[in-house]
């Protein structure tokens, strides 16, 4: 049994897996990790822990707190140069998000062709990997409730209403919605385009995230929707 911990910038999300399949899986928000340490209880003893943490160290303290029952330290996936068939550019390796690289190791073993990988939650970021495993390079910007609550905490008029989408909003609500959206399918486009322009066509978004539902339907490109890319990358890492 393996336990795989994505530590992320709201949640955190877990899945057990026996080696074939999922056993048990589940998300807390972190002011709820007495809810984490409830449902841990009640699973069998994992052999292993391997996680994946950008919520920064208070979140990976009360991790390895509660693994501390099972007389188990968590390891934490940190980027290399190369892993797993994936090849980083980044000038710092080091530096990538845990998180994105995670990601970047699913998504080659998911498609080994040219691709966006874009996961849409607090944050969304779009990297660009090739047929080779080569993750060029990517972008993070603000997810879309982070864009409403910026409107909203920053302009005198524009509360934080709900919306839907729509091509022509008539009213500020929908406006708000689609433009938020619209920003987010602009940034995948644009990183598609880039990797056109370089010589790396593509056609797939490998997409995950809380608000992927969002973007999926306005990209002009095939999508492979994946639940948690980030725990599939850690199941990867595991599994070598």
């Not at 209880?41 to 303290?61: F, I, K, M, Q, T």
Request: contains cysteine.
């Amino acid at each position: 049994m393996w336990l795989l911990i994505d530590c992320g910038n709201t949640r955190v999300k877990w899945m057990l897996h026996n080696g074939e399949a999922p056993v048990a899986r589940g998300s807390v928000l972190h002011d709820e990790m007495h809810l984490l340490e409830r449902e841990w209880d009640r699973l069998p003893s994992p052999e292993r822990v391997v996680g994946c943490n950008v919520a920064g160290d208070d979140v990976a303290h009360s991790i390895e707190l509660l693994t501390r029952a099972w007389r188990l330290q968590p390891f934490w996936l940190t980027p290399q140069a190369r892993q797993s068939g994936v090849s980083n550019r980044y000038r710092q390796p080091g530096q990538l998000g845990a998180d994105r690289w995670a990601a970047l190791i699913a998504a080659r073993h998911l498609l080994q062709d040219n691709c966006i990988v874009a996961c849409a939650g607090t944050a969304l970021t779009v990297d660009a990997l090739t047929a080779e495993g080569e993750f060029l390079g990517g972008i993070i910007a603000p997810g879309f409730r982070l864009m409403r609550e910026a409107l909203a905490g920053n302009t005198a008029d524009l509360g934080l209403l709900a919306g839907r989408f729509s091509a022509f909003p008539d009213n500020t609500a929908d406006a708000i919605h689609s433009g938020a959206v619209q920003a987010l399918v602009g940034a995948v486009s644009r990183m598609a385009e880039e990797m056109r322009l370089l010589g790396f066509a593509t056609k797939t978004c490998i997409l995950s995230g809380g608000d992927a539902h969002l973007l999926r339907p306005h990209l002009n490109m095939k999508v492979v929707l994946v639940d948690n890319l980030v725990l599939e990358g850690l199941l990867r890492v595991v599994r070598e």
